[in-house]
């Protein structure tokens, strides 16, 4: 009988059931009600494909409709990982200055200072190294280049947007505004 029962394998029910498993005398049980591939060929190709999300994994939730009769869907992923899973997986964080606020309201360790060494743990980072990327993290982050059949990665329009926005080496940079590729947190080989 474990000791621990937690339900639902999205994100967070992910890692709480992992970290919880590193104590050996704690028994852990992760129930999840989606599929879950033991190893990446086994994943479905939309879900493989992170650049979009996919909603083939959903328990097919819709909102209420409003006033005018309008309803929408309410994508809640059945699979493990969660949302992470068929969301369009991406990575970024928040900006240094808001981090840095929230510590000067008084929520101590809260600094962009001291969030960063936990920013790079968590990741390896393929495209960056340096101060501001993680090299042996559990979650591989890369830079997704956008098919060159759409309109917003021609070069005309890539000029465009670098004009009128800068392009920082990496959206994760402490600035981080501007234009730039979108982060994805996949394994190699996806997308």
């Not at 494909?49 to 809640?76: K, M, N």
């Not at 997986?89 to 240094?96: E, T, V």
């Not at 591989?140 to 000029?159: Q, V, Y």
Request: some cysteine; aromatic content about 6%.
């Amino acid at each position: 009988m474990a000791d621990v029962l937690v339900v639902g394998g999205g994100s967070a029910g992910c890692v709480l059931a992992a970290r919880l498993s590193e104590d050996a005398g704690c028994e852990v049980l992760l129930l999840e009600g989606g599929p879950d591939a033991a190893v990446m060929g086994e994943l479905p190709p939309d879900v493989v494909d992170a650049s979009e999300p996919t909603e083939a994994h959903d328990w097919g939730y819709v909102a209420e409709p409003d006033a005018l009769g309008r309803s929408i869907s309410l994508p809640r992923a059945r699979i493990i990982g969660g949302c992470s899973s068929t969301n369009g997986c991406f990575a970024l964080r928040g900006a240094a200055a808001d981090y840095d606020g929230w510590a000067q309201a008084g929520n101590v360790g809260w600094g962009f200072g001291d969030v960063l060494p936990f920013f790079r743990r968590l990741e390896t980072d393929a495209d960056f190294a340096g101060d501001w990327h993680g090299a042996s993290g559990p979650l591989p982050s890369a830079g997704i280049r956008p098919p060159s059949s759409t309109p917003s990665s021609s070069p005309s329009s890539t000029r465009r947007g670098a004009a009128a926005c800068p392009m920082p080496g990496t959206i994760t940079s402490p600035v981080p505004w501007g234009s730039g590729r979108r982060l994805a947190m996949l394994a190699a080989g996806c997308v």
